[in-house]
Every structure is written in structure tokens, then in C-alpha cells.
């Protein structure tokens, strides 16, 4: 079995700050990719962030500039998004997301986490 638990949501002001957090446990023995998707209301998933082999990292046009994603370093399986300057906009549920293989032979799979409300008022 696998895990994500993110972390760290909430409501903020526009112009203001959160850091998200999404620890990945349970049966894993190599992850290749963790980020973060977001999805608000009466739209579809998009990517936020990510990051691929704990060095590249990926950004959506949207959030380039304001956004930074980082692995956990010593915290192994951990993931972080700090949002600073947010909008409105930004208004949404936060998935954290990894691609993982849970044996040897790396047969790779994509997880989810449960999700993590962000608000943005104006």
C-alpha cells in the first residue's frame, strides 16, 4: 500500500503565502517523479509543478515566477510547493502527485493524494 498526505492548505489573502508538503510512505522502492496538480471548481486538473528525479523541476506558465517546488532533501519521499504571491486565481484543491514503482523490476505507477483546499480571497 501507498501514501500521500499533503499538508499545509488553508485560506490566505491575495499577495500572501503557503507552503504545501505531501509525504509519500508505504510500500515504495523507487520514486522517479512527485508534483503537484491543482483543480478548481467546474474545471479540469492541471499541472502546478514537478519534480523528476529530485533535480528537474517543471513549472505551469501560470505559476512560473511565484511558485517553487522542492524535494525533501533529508526527508526522504517528501515533496514541498512554496506559493508565495497568490491570487484568486489560485483557488483550488492541490493534489500531490508521484510516479513510483513499489518492486525491482520498476514497473512505474502514477498516485494521488487525497487533496488540499487552497483559497485565495480578494
Known amino acids: 500500500q501507498v501514501q500521500l498526505v499533503e499538508s499545509g492548505g488553508g485560506l490566505v489573502q491575495a499577495g500572501g503565502s503557503l507552503r504545501l508538503s505531501c509525504a509519500a510512505s508505504?510500500?515504495?522502492?523507487?520514486?522517479?517523479?512527485m508534483g503537484w496538480y491543482r483543480q478548481a471548481p467546474g474545471k479540469q486538473r492541471e499541472l502546478v509543478a514537478t519534480?523528476?528525479?529530485?533535480?528537474?523541476?517543471?513549472y505551469a506558465d501560470s505559476v512560473k515566477g511565484r511558485f517553487t517546488i522542492s524535494s525533501g532533501g533529508n526527508a526522504k519521499n517528501t515533496v514541498y510547493l512554496q506559493m508565495n504571491s497568490l491570487e484568486p486565481e489560485d483557488t483550488a484543491v492541490y493534489y500531490c502527485?508521484?510516479?513510483?514503482?513499489?518492486?525491482?523490476?520498476?514497473?512505474?505507477?502514477?498516485?494521488w493524494g487525497q487533496g488540499t483546499q487552497v483559497t485565495v480571497s480578494s
Open positions: 519534480v523528476n528525479n529530485g533535480i528537474n523541476t517543471n
Open positions: 508505504g510500500s515504495i522502492f523507487s520514486i522517479t517523479a
Open positions: 502527485y508521484a510516479r513510483l514503482a513499489r518492486n525491482p523490476w520498476r514497473n512505474y505507477s502514477d498516485y
